[in-house]
Protein backbone atom coordinates (compact mmCIF):
# COMPACT_ATOMS: atom_id res chain seq x y z
CA UNK A 1 0.00 0.00 0.00
CA UNK A 2 2.91 2.28 0.54
CA UNK A 3 4.45 1.67 -2.32
CA UNK A 4 1.18 2.78 -4.58
CA UNK A 5 0.68 6.18 -2.96
CA UNK A 6 4.44 6.51 -3.12
CA UNK A 7 4.00 5.93 -6.52
CA UNK A 8 0.64 8.04 -6.94
CA UNK A 9 3.06 10.68 -5.66
CA UNK A 10 5.81 10.53 -8.08
CA UNK A 11 3.54 10.05 -10.92
CA UNK A 12 1.48 13.65 -9.69
CA UNK A 13 4.60 15.64 -9.50
CA UNK A 14 5.82 14.30 -12.95
CA UNK A 15 2.17 15.06 -14.50
CA UNK A 16 2.47 19.05 -12.82
CA UNK A 17 6.03 19.19 -14.01
CA UNK A 18 5.25 18.05 -17.21
CA UNK A 19 3.03 20.37 -17.78
CA UNK A 20 4.09 23.14 -16.60
CA UNK A 21 7.33 22.99 -18.38
CA UNK A 22 5.21 22.55 -21.23
CA UNK A 23 3.00 25.83 -20.64
CA UNK A 24 6.82 28.00 -20.17
CA UNK A 25 7.51 26.70 -24.00
CA UNK A 26 4.70 27.21 -25.08
CA UNK A 27 4.65 30.69 -23.84
CA UNK A 28 7.93 31.31 -24.63
CA UNK A 29 9.36 32.41 -21.81
CA UNK A 30 12.94 31.32 -20.99
CA UNK A 31 13.63 31.08 -24.97
CA UNK A 32 14.35 34.23 -27.15
CA UNK A 33 12.52 33.91 -30.82
CA UNK A 34 14.69 33.65 -33.58
CA UNK A 35 14.80 37.35 -35.42
CA UNK A 36 15.82 37.06 -39.25
CA UNK A 37 16.77 40.23 -41.15
CA UNK A 38 13.46 39.79 -42.98
CA UNK A 39 11.44 39.89 -40.14
CA UNK A 40 12.95 42.70 -38.46
CA UNK A 41 12.50 44.50 -41.61
CA UNK A 42 8.86 43.64 -41.65
CA UNK A 43 8.66 45.23 -38.56
CA UNK A 44 10.65 48.66 -39.21
CA UNK A 45 8.39 48.54 -42.73
CA UNK A 46 5.30 48.60 -39.95
CA UNK A 47 6.38 51.30 -37.95
CA UNK A 48 7.05 53.31 -40.70
CA UNK A 49 3.36 52.37 -42.08
CA UNK A 50 1.81 52.82 -38.64
CA UNK A 51 3.73 56.74 -38.07
CA UNK A 52 2.66 57.83 -41.63
CA UNK A 53 -0.78 57.07 -40.55
CA UNK A 54 -0.71 59.37 -38.28
CA UNK A 55 -0.55 62.33 -40.79
CA UNK A 56 -3.93 60.95 -41.84
CA UNK A 57 -6.02 64.25 -43.68
CA UNK A 58 -3.22 66.34 -44.24
CA UNK A 59 -3.33 68.45 -47.03
CA UNK A 60 -1.43 67.78 -50.16
CA UNK A 61 1.02 70.38 -51.62
CA UNK A 62 2.87 70.13 -55.04
CA UNK A 63 6.56 70.49 -54.02
CA UNK A 64 5.87 70.85 -50.60
CA UNK A 65 8.83 71.84 -48.28
CA UNK A 66 10.74 69.49 -46.72
CA UNK A 67 10.89 71.33 -43.20
CA UNK A 68 7.50 70.98 -42.34
CA UNK A 69 4.61 68.76 -41.24
CA UNK A 70 1.10 71.10 -42.37
CA UNK A 71 1.21 69.91 -45.98
CA UNK A 72 3.15 67.30 -48.04
CA UNK A 73 3.79 66.43 -51.17
CA UNK A 74 3.95 62.66 -52.31
CA UNK A 75 7.64 62.46 -52.17
CA UNK A 76 7.88 65.54 -49.05
CA UNK A 77 5.51 62.68 -47.23
CA UNK A 78 7.71 59.57 -47.83
CA UNK A 79 10.96 61.20 -46.98
CA UNK A 80 9.72 62.50 -43.60
CA UNK A 81 8.06 59.22 -42.73
CA UNK A 82 10.99 57.10 -43.36
CA UNK A 83 13.71 59.53 -41.67
CA UNK A 84 12.33 58.73 -38.18
CA UNK A 85 13.48 55.35 -38.68
CA UNK A 86 16.99 56.20 -40.54
CA UNK A 87 16.03 55.86 -44.08
CA UNK A 88 17.77 59.27 -45.79
CA UNK A 89 15.33 59.32 -49.14
CA UNK A 90 16.15 61.32 -51.93
CA UNK A 91 13.74 64.57 -52.31
CA UNK A 92 12.47 63.18 -55.32
CA UNK A 93 9.90 60.49 -56.30
CA UNK A 94 11.95 60.06 -59.60
CA UNK A 95 14.94 59.63 -57.15
CA UNK A 96 13.68 57.89 -54.36
CA UNK A 97 12.44 55.08 -57.47
CA UNK A 98 16.08 54.27 -57.82
CA UNK A 99 16.95 53.78 -54.50
CA UNK A 100 17.31 50.25 -52.73
CA UNK A 101 16.68 47.22 -54.56
CA UNK A 102 13.42 46.15 -56.63
CA UNK A 103 10.83 43.64 -55.42
CA UNK A 104 8.38 42.16 -57.68
CA UNK A 105 4.49 43.15 -56.76
CA UNK A 106 3.89 39.84 -55.15
CA UNK A 107 6.42 40.01 -53.15
CA UNK A 108 5.55 43.40 -51.48
CA UNK A 109 5.93 44.19 -47.67
CA UNK A 110 4.82 46.31 -45.60
CA UNK A 111 7.03 49.41 -45.69
CA UNK A 112 7.89 49.08 -49.60
CA UNK A 113 8.07 52.11 -51.74
CA UNK A 114 5.45 51.31 -54.87
CA UNK A 115 6.00 54.11 -57.94
CA UNK A 116 3.30 54.88 -60.31
CA UNK A 117 2.83 57.46 -63.48
CA UNK A 118 -0.12 59.05 -62.80
CA UNK A 119 -1.75 62.27 -63.00
CA UNK A 120 -1.10 65.36 -65.54
CA UNK A 121 2.70 64.17 -65.96
CA UNK A 122 2.20 61.22 -66.52
CA UNK A 123 2.74 59.05 -69.71
CA UNK A 124 2.33 55.62 -68.53
CA UNK A 125 6.51 54.93 -68.15
CA UNK A 126 7.78 58.16 -66.10
CA UNK A 127 7.63 58.12 -62.18
CA UNK A 128 4.93 61.03 -60.99
CA UNK A 129 3.66 59.61 -57.65
CA UNK A 130 5.15 57.57 -54.70
CA UNK A 131 3.52 55.76 -51.89
CA UNK A 132 4.36 53.37 -48.99
CA UNK A 133 3.01 49.83 -49.56
CA UNK A 134 0.82 48.94 -45.71
CA UNK A 135 -0.06 45.15 -46.84
CA UNK A 136 -3.09 43.79 -47.62
CA UNK A 137 -3.44 45.44 -50.88
CA UNK A 138 -3.36 48.74 -49.25
CA UNK A 139 -1.36 51.66 -49.74
CA UNK A 140 -0.59 54.91 -47.71
CA UNK A 141 -0.05 58.14 -49.26
CA UNK A 142 -0.87 61.95 -50.41
CA UNK A 143 -2.43 63.67 -53.51
CA UNK A 144 -5.13 65.81 -54.32
CA UNK A 145 -7.91 66.49 -52.12
CA UNK A 146 -8.17 63.69 -49.44
CA UNK A 147 -3.99 64.67 -48.74
CA UNK A 148 -2.97 61.55 -46.75
CA UNK A 149 -5.03 58.92 -47.44
CA UNK A 150 -5.24 54.90 -47.45
CA UNK A 151 -6.29 53.98 -51.03
CA UNK A 152 -6.37 50.31 -53.13
CA UNK A 153 -3.19 49.64 -55.28
CA UNK A 154 -5.12 46.35 -56.67
CA UNK A 155 -8.34 48.63 -58.18
CA UNK A 156 -8.86 51.91 -60.36
CA UNK A 157 -6.40 54.55 -60.75
CA UNK A 158 -3.51 52.80 -58.86
CA UNK A 159 -3.52 49.53 -60.25
CA UNK A 160 -3.82 50.66 -63.65
CA UNK A 161 -0.81 53.21 -63.20
CA UNK A 162 1.38 50.86 -60.67
CA UNK A 163 5.02 51.03 -62.39
CA UNK A 164 7.09 49.11 -59.54
CA UNK A 165 8.36 48.74 -56.24
CA UNK A 166 11.63 49.40 -54.12
CA UNK A 167 12.34 48.04 -50.75
CA UNK A 168 14.23 50.28 -48.58
CA UNK A 169 14.64 49.03 -45.24
Given amino acids: MRMQHLFQKVLTVGLVSTIGFSSLLASGAGAAPAQTAESVATSKGTQVVNYGKKYMGVPYKFGASTSTTRNFDCSSFMKHIF ?8 RTSVAQSKVGRAVS ?6 GDLVF ?24 LHTYGKPGVT ?3 LNSGNWKRTYLKARRVL
Avoid: D
Wanted: overall charge positive; charged content about 15%.
Fill in 83 to 90: KKYGVNLP
Fill in 116 to 139: FSSGSRANGKNVTHVAVYMGNGKI
Fill in 150 to 152: ISN
Fill in 105 to 110: KSNLKA
